[in-house]
Each structure stands twice: as C-alpha cells, then as structure tokens.
C-alpha cells in the first residue's frame, strides 16, 4: 500500500517562508514523477511544482522562483520550500506520485487528480497580510 503523508504546513504572515514535506512509504520516489499541487478556497486544483523520475524539475510560473522543489532520496522524501508567502498562497497543499494522465476520470476541478496515481491527505498554509 502507497501512503503519502505531508507535514510543514501552517499559519505565517506575508513574506514568511514555509518548507513542506513529503515522506513516502510503499513506492520509491526517486524511480517516480512526483509532484506538488495546490487547491486554494473556490479554486481549482493546480500544479505548484514537479520532479520527472529523470530528475527534471518543472515550476509553475507563478511561482517566480520563489519556491524550490527538492528530494531526499535516502529518506524517501519530497520537500517544497516556500519563500515571499502572500495570501494569495493560502491553500492546502499536496504531495503526489507517480504518473498516471491515462484513461477517464477526473483530471481537473478539484484535487486529487488522475494525472498521478496517488496522493497525500493534504497539508493547510495560511499567509495572513
């Protein structure tokens, strides 16, 4: 059984910076595409940022550079390091894992998504001005 289970998530004010995590148990990251989605209130489910199993890693644009996805393979975990907060960045955020964007189902509105296989429960930011 794959389980994805996210942590670091909280309360900051602007410009704050937050660093989440991502530990996996049942499935190798460093063999998997894994991601960072973000779902904010009446929004719908986006990608934040994304490492192929390559190694590649792929950011929103709205990011800005503000943000930096990392994995610590030793210990099968995925990080996202969050800098500049605005409240604009209040959502809960997702860890997810490997590829899946085959076969019908739901691959927008809200998450989890089909374009990965599996995802975590969620973690909440708020970023209060």
């Known amino acids: 059984e794959v389980q994805l289970v996210e942590s670091g998530g909280g309360s900051v004010q602007t410009g704050g910076s937050l660093r989440l995590s991502c530990t996996a148990s049942g499935i190798i990251f460093g063999r998997s595409d894994v991601a960072w989605y973000r779902q904010r209130p009446g929004n719908e489910c986006e990608l934040v940022s994304s490492i192929s199993r390559e190694g590649v890693p792929y950011y929103a644009d709205w990011t800005k550079g503000r943000f930096t996805i990392s994995q610590d393979i030793p210990k099968n975990t995925l990080h996202l390091q969050m800098t500049s907060l605005s409240p604009q960045d209040t959502a809960v955020y997702y860890c997810?894992?490997?590829?899946?964007?085959?076969?019908?189902?739901?691959?927008?509105?809200?998450?989890?998504?089909?374009?990965?296989?599996?995802w975590g429960q969620g973690t909440q930011v708020t970023v209060s001005s």
């Open positions: 997810a894992a490997a590829w899946g964007g085959e076969g019908p189902g739901q691959y927008s509105g809200s998450c989890p998504l089909l374009w990965y296989q599996y």
